[in-house]
């Protein structure tokens, strides 16, 4: 959605119907993601992709379908190793795609709400119905502290509305099934829940050529950015085009007074044990999911034996990345942002670090036969 959220608003704005379709649940190595999403309007014209071209044409008609009268329904495609390939792909997958139209002034009205939320980078969450007794398509839009709209009951709407702040506050898309009333560990309604959450934060700590580098590929992974060091001559915008915002305050304090959640990733580049030490008992107060430290590790030994002076014990030692980053024989600033980026990404999905050479079944975790490549490693 975030892709084409410009281009959603305008034709919200504009009054041009459209169809919506957005891909719902995926099976195997599918081009997108839960959430894609691909518009057509009234004239023909088209945004956003599913699947990278290859079940395109047909979703097309589909949408066209749906816009000229047709109700809401969930279309499924199947994509065959040959139309992967001809994609980019090593194997073929199955994507799910809710398809339903915003041809009324009312529909467009409520879901440009939702974008306005998303593009102020505010939590919501839009829960569908999929399939079961309740109406396919209808919607409900969650907030922190309110709703808008119904899936058919006030006991679906309840507990989908309970389920959909969870999801929000943990950053997940995911399919919930409920009983007609809203009664869980039944399989009666399927319902789509699409978070929007705020972009994941990335605290850089320390002023240097390491941390401009990680600066840009945080905001190139999609994180909030934000350097922070106490040296105004090295704490400047210009030093850090690319980050959010740039905070010349001692890294502990600055780190106390600002918000942490289980998806922030912490990385201290200071290289200053001044600094490290108090601004690391910080950290590991917060509920932050990664905290990567440079140095090396004679450096880190020197660390540890501060913190545990400090009083920090073995199981909270534990959550430091450090040396921080993946043995990629990094070098340049920009190798070594690569190598924490990829350890950063190793902690959020549960990856091994591991040449995917080296292992067979699915490539993509939490999917069935994934195991190690037999033979000597």
Same mark, same amino acid.
């Given at each position: 959605?975030?892709? %084409?959220?410009?281009?959603?608003?305008?034709?919200?704005? =504009?009054?041009?119907?459209?169809?919506?379709?957005?891909?719902?649940?995926?099976?195997?190595?599918?081009?997108?993601?839960?959430?894609?999403?691909?518009?057509?309007?009234?004239?023909?014209?088209?945004?956003?992709?599913?699947s990278g071209g290859c079940v395109e044409g047909d979703l097309y008609e589909v949408a066209r379908e749906v816009l000229a009268?047709?109700?809401?329904?969930?279309?499924?495609?199947?994509?065959?190793?040959?139309?992967?390939?001809?994609?980019?792909?090593?194997?073929?997958?199955?994507?799910?795609?809710?398809?339903?139209?915003?041809?009324?002034?009312?529909?467009?009205?409520?879901?440009?709400?939702?974008?306005?939320?998303?593009?102020?980078?505010?939590?919501?969450?839009?829960?569908?119905?999929?399939?079961?007794?309740?109406?396919?398509?209808?919607?409900?839009?969650?907030?922190?502290?309110?709703?808008?709209?119904?899936?058919?009951?006030?006991?679906?709407?309840?507990?989908?509305?309970?389920?959909?702040?969870?999801?929000?506050?943990?950053?997940?898309?995911?399919?919930?099934?409920?009983?007609?009333?809203?009664?869980?560990?039944?399989?009666?309604?399927? !319902?789509?829940?699409?978070?929007?959450?705020?972009?994941?934060?990335?605290?850089?700590?320390?002023?240097?050529?390491?941390?401009?580098?990680?600066?840009? %590929?945080?905001?190139?992974?999609?994180?909030?950015?934000?350097?922070?060091?106490?040296?105004?001559?090295?704490?400047?915008?210009?030093?850090?085009?690319?980050? =959010?915002?740039?905070?010349?305050?001692?890294?502990?304090?600055?780190l106390e007074s600002t918000e942490v959640d289980a998806r922030t990733a912490i990385c201290v580049l200071t290289h200053d044990?001044?600094?490290?030490?108090?601004?690391?008992?910080?950290?590991?107060?917060?509920?932050?999911?990664?905290?990567?430290?440079?140095?090396?590790?004679?450096?880190?030994?020197?660390?540890?034996?501060?913190?545990?002076?400090?009083?920090?014990?073995?199981?909270?030692?534990?959550?430091?990345?450090?040396? !921080?980053?993946?043995?990629?024989?990094?070098?340049?600033?920009?190798?070594?942002?690569?190598?924490?980026?990829?350890?950063?990404?190793?902690?959020?999905?549960?990856?091994?670090?591991?040449?995917?050479?080296?292992?067979?079944?699915?490539?993509?975790?939490?999917?069935?036969?994934?195991?190690?490549?037999?033979?000597?490693?």
């Open positions: 959605m975030r892709d %084409i959220l410009p281009d959603l608003r305008a034709r919200c704005a =504009d009054g041009t119907p459209f169809a919506l379709a957005t891909v719902v649940a995926v099976h195997g190595s599918a081009p997108r993601d839960p959430g894609a999403v691909l518009a057509v309007d009234a004239a023909g014209r088209v945004a956003g992709s599913v009268g047709a109700a809401p329904r969930v279309v499924s495609y199947g994509i065959s190793d040959d139309e992967a390939f001809g994609i980019g792909l090593t194997c073929g997958g199955t994507i799910d795609v809710l398809v339903r139209a915003y041809a009324a002034e009312a529909e467009r009205h409520d879901l440009a709400a939702v974008l306005d939320l998303i593009a102020a980078g505010l939590p919501v969450a839009e829960a569908t119905v999929l399939s079961g007794p309740a109406e396919t398509g209808a919607r409900l839009v969650v907030r922190p502290t309110s709703t808008l709209g119904t899936l058919g009951t006030e006991g679906l709407d309840a507990a989908v509305t309970d389920d959909a702040r969870r999801l929000l506050a943990q950053g997940r898309t995911e399919i919930r099934w409920y009983g007609a009333s809203g009664r869980r560990r039944a399989r009666e309604v399927a !319902v789509f829940v699409r978070t929007y959450a705020p972009p994941p934060r990335m605290l850089v700590f320390g002023a240097i050529d390491h941390a401009a580098a990680t600066a840009r %590929i945080g905001s190139f992974l999609g994180y909030r950015v934000t350097v922070c060091d106490a040296r105004p001559a090295f704490a400047t915008r210009e030093r850090f085009p690319t980050a =959010d915002e740039v905070v010349r305050a001692r890294p502990h304090t600055y044990a001044g600094f490290d030490v108090p601004l690391l008992l910080a950290a590991l107060r917060t509920p932050a999911g990664y905290i990567g430290v440079m140095g090396s590790r004679r450096t880190h030994r020197d660390r540890l034996a501060r913190l545990r002076a400090a009083g920090v014990d073995e199981d909270h030692l534990a959550r430091l990345a450090a040396p !921080v980053g993946l043995d990629l024989g990094a070098r340049t600033p920009e190798e070594t942002a690569v190598s924490i980026a990829a350890e950063i990404i190793q902690h959020r999905r549960g990856g091994t670090g591991r040449p995917l050479g080296e292992l067979t079944g699915s490539i993509h975790h939490g999917e069935p036969g994934r195991r190690e490549a037999p033979g000597p490693r």
